[in-house]
């Protein structure tokens, strides 16, 4: 079993920035993908970023040049630094992790923390 808990979350203005955390414990495995989702209201679940404990890192074209996912191995934590927020940024953000065959589809991943508000004001 896996661990994850989100925090960080908040109200931000637009332009501003944020860094989401999400602790992992548990049996953590150096192959598992690491992966922030966040869904709005009335939204799919739809991933933003994602990163392997061993390295690599993917992020969706909304977020490109904006977001950074980073991890810190030695404190299980991996962390996604929000910069330039928008309003269309609003959404509960999620940590996941797993062995997902199709890294994009949230259904593929076994572990979820509970997510994380943020909020982009304009």
């Known amino acids: 079993q896996v661990q994850l808990v989100e925090s960080g979350g908040g109200l931000v203005q637009a332009g501003g920035s944020l860094r989401l955390s999400c602790a992992a414990s548990?049996?953590?495995?150096?192959?598992?993908?690491v992966a922030w989702f966040r869904q709005a209201p009335g939204k799919e679940r739809d991933i933003v970023a994602r990163?392997?404990?061993?390295?690599?890192?993917y992020y969706t074209d909304s977020v490109l040049g904006r977001f950074t996912i980073s991890r810190d191995n030695a404190k299980n934590t991996v962390y996604l630094q929000m910069n330039s927020l928008k309003p269309e940024d609003t959404a509960v953000y999620y940590c996941?992790?797993?062995?997902?065959?199709?890294?994009?589809?949230?259904?593929?991943?076994?572990?979820w923390g509970q997510g994380t508000q943020v909020t982009v004001s304009s």
């Open positions: 548990g049996r953590t495995s150096g192959t598992y993908i």
């Open positions: 990163t392997r404990w061993s390295g690599g890192t």
């Open positions: 996941a992790a797993g062995l997902p065959r199709n890294p994009a589809m949230s259904r593929e991943y076994t572990y």
